[in-house]
């Protein structure tokens, strides 16, 4: 297992920026698939992007592509979320997940989340 920290949420004017970032603990970190979820209220909890262990794959859900990119640092165990072009419907907790494999990625270790909240 490896273990995750969020940080980099916070309070944001619609059309403006955040970088979310996902530390994992380990020496083993950079063979872990890595994938941003997002909770928003009301809702199920929800995939945003993940990214492949050297970061040569990446995808993106729908309503995130062309304004989020996610990428990382194998270096210093971090995965990140630039999240440009904010809309207040992405407002949510947003977490980080880490598994061998992309499908495995809903059963794999999870960290404790950071808020973001963008406001109108």
């Known amino acids: 297992q490896v273990q995750l920290v969020e940080s980099g949420g916070g309070l944001v004017q619609a059309g403006g920026s955040l970088r979310l970032s996902c530390v994992g603990s380990?020496?083993?970190?950079?063979?872990?698939?890595v994938g941003w979820f997002r909770q928003r209220p009301g809702s199920q909890r929800e995939f945003v992007a993940f990214?492949?262990?050297?970061?040569?794959?990446?995808y993106y859900e729908d309503y995130v592509r062309g304004r989020f990119t996610i990428s990382r640092d194998n270096a210093k165990n971090t995965v990140y979320l630039q999240m440009n072009s904010l809309k207040p419907e992405d407002t949510a907790i947003y977490y980080c997940?880490?598994?061998?494999?992309?499908?495995?990625?809903?059963?794999?270790?999870w960290g404790q989340g950071t808020q973001v909240t963008v406001s109108s």
């Open positions: 990214i492949s262990p050297n970061g040569d794959r990446i």
């Open positions: 380990g020496r083993t970190f950079g063979s872990y698939v």
């Open positions: 997940a880490a598994d061998l494999e992309v499908s495995g990625l809903g059963d794999g270790s």
